[in-house]
């Protein structure tokens, strides 16, 4: 019996079978393992390879981990490793390389450096302090691959040391770390500190790094102007201590009520009554006082006592007002129409002091987080 003829149709479905059959997976793409090898884990068994950029030209140095590590803490590195692993178990070629090597051009190498050491409990290798910048730049890698959770226990040591020192460096640089790690003590603290260098007399907007940031600045500025207006208010009250002396309300005579003006025919002496003075001539010690301090008036913040231009901080006219003492003066012959004065004079500075020492100048986290007032309890404790 002669064979049956093939028809054309099962001729090309045959064909495309055989295509599919005999293609080959696709091939892993070239990875070349560094000459330099920085073993974080000696027994790890993953490189990370990372481009460290000089004025020469660019190279790679790997960074030895355990995959199960990294991804246990972020779950960025838990799919990069699944995608290689899946990559290998589909080829067929044959490879010398026993380890996974996932290479990371754009990432920041002093970062990662810190950031695998953290994340693989190598206490013993990291520093005791680093720069505002680098810890900047910790923050955002660790938000990249979702692990700020899993680093941030590593951190407080260094937003203390910053704290701690006599020149931290750049403060905003610090209050954007603090907020990417959501610390929340170290960002209240660091704002305030910010808050208290810029100018008593002009706006301040520090410059955000990233789109995130942005709108922090935008507050913090906010927060700046909130603060200057508080410290005129502030003044104000301590001055009008003094003015209230010098008013026609204030105005009486010795062995008469305030609001009392009896005539020469009213006395018993049958002379003019005798004004009081003691009042009005404590309020010119105090007034004097604060002039000395360069507490007010408001001149005194731009210009020196030599007339020069001077740009004075929040911080300095704060720590002016928080050693700042009442001025000694004899009231003695004060009569009962002025004895409160004497007390006011004393008990303002007093509140104003217990005031700055209370108050949060900066800004809090949880509130910042939640638009306005966080309803909750608040990690840094402050009034609302």
Same mark, same amino acid.
């Given at each position: 019996?002669?064979?049956?003829? /093939?028809?054309?149709?099962?001729?090309? #479905?045959?064909?495309?079978?055989?295509? *599919?059959?005999?293609?080959?997976?696709?091939?892993?793409? @070239?990875?070349?393992?560094?000459?330099?090898?920085?073993?974080?884990?000696?027994?790890?068994?993953?490189?990370? /390879?990372?481009? /460290? #950029?000089?004025?020469?030209?660019? &190279?790679?140095?790997? =960074?030895?981990?355990?995959?199960?590590?990294?991804?246990?803490?972020?779950? %960025?590195?838990?799919?990069?490793?699944?995608?290689?692993?899946?990559?290998?178990?589909?080829?067929?070629?044959?490879?010398?390389?026993?380890?996974?090597?996932? @290479?990371?051009?754009?990432?920041?190498?002093?970062?990662?450096?810190?950031?695998?050491? *953290?994340?693989?409990?190598?206490?013993?290798?990291?520093?005791?302090?680093? =720069?505002?910048?680098?810890?900047?730049?910790?923050?955002?890698?660790?938000?990249?691959?979702?692990?700020?959770?899993?680093?941030?226990?590593?951190?407080?040591?260094?937003?203390?040391?910053?704290?701690?020192?006599? $020149?931290?460096?750049? +403060?905003?640089? +610090?209050?954007?770390?603090?907020?990417?790690?959501?610390?929340?003590?170290?960002?209240? #603290?660091?704002?305030?500190?910010? /808050?208290?260098?810029?100018?008593?007399?002009?706006?301040?907007?520090?410059?955000?790094?990233?789109?995130?940031?942005?709108?922090?600045?935008? %507050?913090?500025?906010?927060?700046?102007?909130?603060? !200057?207006?508080?410290?005129?208010?502030?003044?104000?009250?301590?001055?009008? &201590?003094?003015?209230?002396?010098?008013?026609?309300?204030? @105005?009486?005579?010795?062995?008469?009520?305030?609001?009392?003006?009896?005539?020469?025919?009213?006395?018993?002496?049958?002379?003019?009554? &005798?004004?009081?003075? %003691?009042?009005?001539?404590?309020?010119?010690?105090?007034?004097?006082?604060?002039?000395?301090?360069?507490?007010?008036?408001? @001149?005194?913040?731009?210009?020196?006592?030599?007339?020069?231009?001077?740009?004075?901080?929040?911080?300095?006219?704060?720590?002016? *007002?928080?050693?700042?003492?009442?001025?000694?003066?004899?009231? &003695?012959?004060?009569?009962?129409?002025?004895?409160?004065?004497?007390?006011?004079?004393?008990?303002?500075? $007093?509140?104003? !002091? !217990?005031?700055?020492?209370? #108050?949060?100048?900066? =800004?809090?986290?949880?509130?910042?987080?939640?638009?306005?007032?966080?309803?909750?309890?608040?990690?840094?404790?402050?009034?609302?």
């Amino acid at each position: 019996m002669s064979p049956r003829p /093939v028809s054309p149709l099962e001729d090309d #479905r045959s064909a495309k079978r055989s295509k *599919i059959k005999t293609s080959p997976p696709p091939p892993l793409p @070239t990875v070349m393992i560094p000459e330099k090898v920085a073993e974080i884990v000696p027994d790890g068994d993953t490189i990370l /390879v990372l481009s /460290v #950029r000089s004025d020469a030209a660019a &190279t790679s140095i790997g =960074l030895r981990v355990s995959s199960h590590a990294l991804s246990l803490a972020s779950s %960025v590195f838990k799919g990069e490793f699944a995608k290689l692993e899946a990559s290998r178990s589909q080829s067929q070629e044959e490879t010398d390389i026993p380890d996974l090597v996932l @290479t990371l051009p754009c990432d920041d190498m002093p970062a990662m450096l810190l950031l695998c050491n *953290i994340l693989q409990l190598q206490n013993d290798k990291l520093p005791a302090r680093i =720069l505002p910048s680098l810890l900047l730049r910790l923050g955002a890698l660790a938000g990249k691959y979702e692990c700020v959770m899993a680093a941030g226990r590593a951190t407080s040591q260094w937003f203390d040391s910053l704290y701690s020192a006599e $020149e931290p460096g750049n +403060i905003w640089d +610090i209050v954007e770390a603090a907020y990417l790690w959501d610390e929340a003590i170290f960002f209240a #603290r660091f704002t305030s500190i910010w /808050v208290r260098r810029q100018s008593l007399t002009s706006k301040s907007m520090a410059p955000a790094t990233t789109l995130e940031t942005q709108k922090l600045a935008w %507050v913090l500025a906010e927060r700046l102007s909130v603060v !200057q207006v508080l410290i005129r208010k502030e003044i104000d009250k301590l001055v009008e &201590t003094c003015a209230l002396t010098f008013s026609e309300d204030a @105005t009486h005579y010795i062995d008469y009520a305030p609001g009392l003006s009896p005539t020469a025919s009213e006395t018993k002496s049958g002379r003019p009554p &005798t004004p009081c003075i %003691v009042d009005s001539e404590g309020a010119k010690e105090y007034l004097g006082a604060l002039r000395n301090a360069r507490i007010w008036p408001s @001149t005194c913040w731009t210009k020196s006592k030599e007339g020069q231009a001077i740009d004075t901080k929040v911080g300095e006219l704060m720590e002016k *007002i928080k050693l700042f003492k009442e001025p000694p003066y004899d009231d &003695t012959n004060r009569c009962d129409g002025c004895a409160y004065v004497k007390i006011q004079f004393t008990e303002e500075p $007093e509140h104003v !002091q !217990q005031a700055y020492g209370k #108050r949060l100048w900066g =800004l809090c986290l949880d509130c910042y987080k939640a638009g306005g007032i966080n309803p909750g309890e608040c990690r840094y404790q402050h009034s609302k």
